[in-house]
Antibody, heavy 117, light 111 residues
Framework: QVQLQESGPGLVRPSQTLSLICTVS??????????WNWIRQPAGKALEWIGR???????NYNPSLKSRVTMSIDTSKNRFSLNLTSVTAADTGVYYC?????????WGPGILVTVSS | QSVLTQPPSASGTPGQRVTISCSGS????????VSWHQQVPGTAPKLLIF???QRPSGVTDRFSGSKSGTAASLAISGLQSEDEAEYFC????????????FGGGTKLTVL
């Protein structure tokens, strides 16, 4: 059974880069042609899809964040990562990683990231 | 503001049937399958419904999903206290290069 866990700093300074890693246990199975997502939820607001990365390294991002986002994957270490540059307070929220196929599932428990000086 | 529209809250008494709606557009719900997820604070969202109306193994049949046009619904029958949680819908949106879109979430209170 695939399980995901986010990790990274809980506090990031404004204008700096937010960097998170998602570790996948159960492996990067190719069954169902999965890809790997980052999703976030600012406090009191709706979930927002950030983007996805395929095992091949192909990515596509939410146009609203595209200029600041980079995702990568390391299948040998069963993990993928998110970099979000030039953060502001508006980037504060809970960040989730999740597997995607025809449905986004499963999800990690999420990690709270606060942007503050 | 979310792309998929849900009521912010819903409530019911034990044993009742509750329905939560999710409204979208032709580029998401109207052309792609809908899933429903249960979220308890501090834990990973749990998949309840996929492909509009399919339940994963292990999910009770008290949860059911339906879709018509650009709207979907989640029904919970025989309401129990442990059903108190946040519920959100999700669908792929074909706009531009495509993105996942989500509902704003509905907080269900069991009275």
């Amino acid at each position: 059974q695939v399980q995901l866990q986010e990790s990274g700093p809980g506090l990031v300074r404004p204008s700096q880069t937010l960097s998170l890693i998602c570790t996948v246990s159960g492996g990067f199975t190719t069954s169902g042609n999965p890809y790997w997502n980052w999703i976030r939820q600012p406090a009191g607001k709706a979930l927002e899809w950030i983007g996805r990365v395929y095992p091949s390294g192909y990515t596509n991002y939410n146009p609203s964040l595209k200029s600041r986002v980079t995702m990568s994957i390391d299948t040998s270490k069963n993990r993928f990562s998110l970099n979000l540059t030039s953060v502001t307070a508006a980037d504060t929220g809970v960040y989730y990683c999740a597997r995607g196929t025809y449905v986004v599932d499963p999800w990690g428990p999420g990690i709270l990231v606060t942007v503050s000086s | 503001q979310s792309v998929l529209t849900q009521p912010p809250s819903a409530s019911g008494t034990p044993g009742q049937r509750v329905t939560i709606s999710c409204s979208g557009s032709s580029s998401n719900i109207g052309s792609n399958v809908v899933s429903w997820h249960q979220q308890v604070p501090g834990t990973a969202p749990k998949l309840l419904i996929f492909n509009d109306n399919q339940r994963p193994s292990g999910v009770t049949d008290r949860f059911s999903g339906s879709k018509s046009g650009t709207a979907a619904s989640l029904a919970i029958s025989g309401l129990q206290s442990e059903d108190e949680a946040e519920y959100f819908c999700a669908a792929w949106d074909d706009s531009l290069e495509g993105i996942w879109v989500f509902g704003g979430g509905t907080k269900l209170t069991v009275l």
